[in-house]
């Protein structure tokens, strides 16, 4: 089975819109983190806004905001007021693991990602 | 520039030969990961170090791979025999390797872009 499921392969947003990239996961462990990473033309990974499984309230970081539902196991990105350099893919992340509460060691598993075009 | 570097950018083999890239991590980061992505995935864990200790391997780091970081400072990864499927971009992260706290944020490299013909 995945372990993180991002099903929106492309998606097409007017500037100034809000957006909502989709992430599910899996996983058995009770402490995990969650990541989204930003990947532009470019190609260089680019650390967006993390939500750790014990974390009450949802993260916000400028626009990006992250709408975690555990219970679902869905850690869906939201990009308010989108801009023209939001185009890019958007990667899932997570880290599980009971070494996580230590501090997380180990590597990030990845989803496909979704690519993001904002239009004019 | 203090963030991760790698060198080479690209690199085009042919099929057999053997390819070595390195990577420069953000000099207090003690944590070391390296990465693979192919076209239309998300990157692919392959390995990491604690300072000069390798502590993890993905079963996708066949023995054609060897990774090393000698000092705990900058890392190289070598494909032996290379094969038209390690074409890939391969991306190096590092982090301070925090512990006691969830975020342990990693700093991504540009990458090295590899085709094998």
């Known amino acids: 089975a995945q372990k993180i499921t991002q099903t929106q392969p492309g998606m097409f947003v007017q500037e100034k819109e809000a957006v909502t990239l989709d992430c599910t996961y899996d996983t058995s462990d009770q402490s995990y983190g969650l990541f989204w990473y930003k990947q532009p033309s470019s190609g260089e990974m680019i650390f967006l806004i993390y939500?750790?499984?014990?974390?009450?309230q949802n993260a916000t970081e400028g626009r990006y905001s992250l709408n975690f539902q555990k219970a679902r196991k869905s850690a869906n990105l939201v990009i308010s007021a989108s801009q023209l350099g939001d185009s890019a893919m958007y990667f899932c992340a997570m880290r599980e693991g009971p070494r996580y509460s230590g501090g997380g060691a180990d590597g990030l598993t990845f989803g496909k990602g979704t690519h993001l075009i904002i239009q004019p | 520039d203090t963030g991760v570097s790698q060198n080479p950018r690209h690199k085009i083999t042919k099929r057999g030969q053997n390819v070595t890239f390195r990577c420069d991590p953000i000099s207090e980061h003690n944590r070391l990961y390296w990465y693979r992505q192919t076209l239309g995935q998300g990157p692919e864990f392959l390995t990491y170090?604690?300072?000069?200790?390798?502590?993890?391997k993905s079963r996708l780091l066949s023995d054609r791979f060897s990774a090393e970081r000698p000092k705990g400072s900058f890392s190289t990864l070598e494909i032996q025999r290379t094969e038209q499927g390690d074409s890939a971009m391969y991306l190096c992260?590092?982090?301070?390797?925090?512990?006691?706290?969830?975020?342990?944020?990693?700093?991504f490299g540009p990458g090295t872009r590899l085709t094998v013909t």
């Open positions: 939500q750790g499984s014990y974390d009450e």
């Open positions: 992260a590092s982090s301070l390797g925090l512990t006691g706290t969830g975020l342990d944020e990693q700093y």
């Open positions: 170090f604690q300072n000069e200790a390798q502590l993890e």
